[in-house]
Nanobody, 119 residues
Framework: QVQLVESGGGLVQAGGSLRLSCAPS????????MGWYRQPPGKQRELVAT???????KYADSVKGRFTISRDNAKQTVYLQMNSLIPEDTAVYYC?????????????WGQGTSVTVSS
């Protein structure tokens, strides 16, 4: 079964930047929307940003103007450029693909990558 592999997390000081990447371990037949979600310590998972197959984007209000989501359809990879990081951005970040097959569609999640922003 194809897994989503995330990379780019780590520890950064407030005001710094990180770039997350998420790619499948194999080729996926077709991908619709891609997205990033995060789960802060002790809180529920929340939407960070999504991007459709046509490139339309949506962001959580808390990250607008600081984060940018993008995708490379040839590589079946989604990115999240995170700038001006603040301690409140500390969370485990998960990527999400809308996988489309000949007969169905379903969500596939990455394993999560930890981002810690120190003050």
């Amino acid at each position: 079964q194809v897994q989503l592999v995330e990379s780019g997390g780590g520890l950064v000081q407030a005001g710094g930047s990180l770039r997350l990447s998420c790619a499948p371990s194999g080729t996926i037949f077709s991908i619709g929307a891609m997205g990033w979600y995060r789960q802060p310590p002790g809180k529920q998972r929340e939407l960070v940003a999504t991007i459709t197959s046509a490139g339309a984007t949506k962001y959580a209000d808390s990250v607008k103007g600081r984060f940018t989501i993008s995708r490379d359809n040839a590589k079946q990879t989604v990115y999240l450029q995170m700038n001006s990081l603040i301690p409140e951005d500390t969370a485990v970040y998960y990527c999400n693909f809308q996988v489309i097959t000949m007969t169905s569609q379903y969500d596939r999640w990455g394993q999560g990558t930890s981002v810690t922003v120190s003050s």
